[in-house]
């Protein structure tokens, strides 16, 4: 059974900046591709990135495009979400995913251990 934490979470004005970290343990980490998603009060869990197992090969969601960049330490069993010019739309809990097949992908369908969470909050 693998184990993910998040953390980096916090409040933040528009326009800021966060780096979210998801450290993983029970398993070895780069056997997985990894996605971070994100879901907001009142709304379904929505994808945000994804990256495979060697960290080669990132995939972002439409709405965070050239402002969020995922990437991967293998040797720290850590994923990140480098978070830019933050919206208040960007308002959500985000929940890192390690995947269930050997590609990374944007569906939720594909992560079968997922994180507690972590807020983030952007204020206006």
């Known amino acids: 059974q693998a184990q993910l934490v998040e953390s980096g979470g916090g409040l933040v004005q528009a326009g800021g900046s966060l780096r979210l970290s998801c450290v993983v343990s029970g398993r070895t980490f780069s056997n997985y591709p990894m996605g971070w998603f994100r879901q907001a009060p009142g709304k379904e869990r929505e994808s945000v990135a994804a990256i495979s197992l060697s960290g080669g090969d990132a995939y972002y969601a439409d709405s965070v495009k050239g402002r969020f960049t995922i990437s991967r330490d293998n040797a720290k069993n850590t994923l990140y979400l480098q978070m830019n010019s933050l919206k208040p739309d960007d308002t959500a809990v985000y929940y890192c995913?390690?995947?269930?097949?050997?590609?990374?992908?944007?569906?939720?369908?594909?992560?079968?251990?997922w994180g507690q969470g972590t807020q983030v909050t952007v204020s206006s």
């Open positions: 995913a390690a995947g269930r097949t050997a590609y990374p992908s944007l569906s939720p369908d594909n992560y079968n251990y």
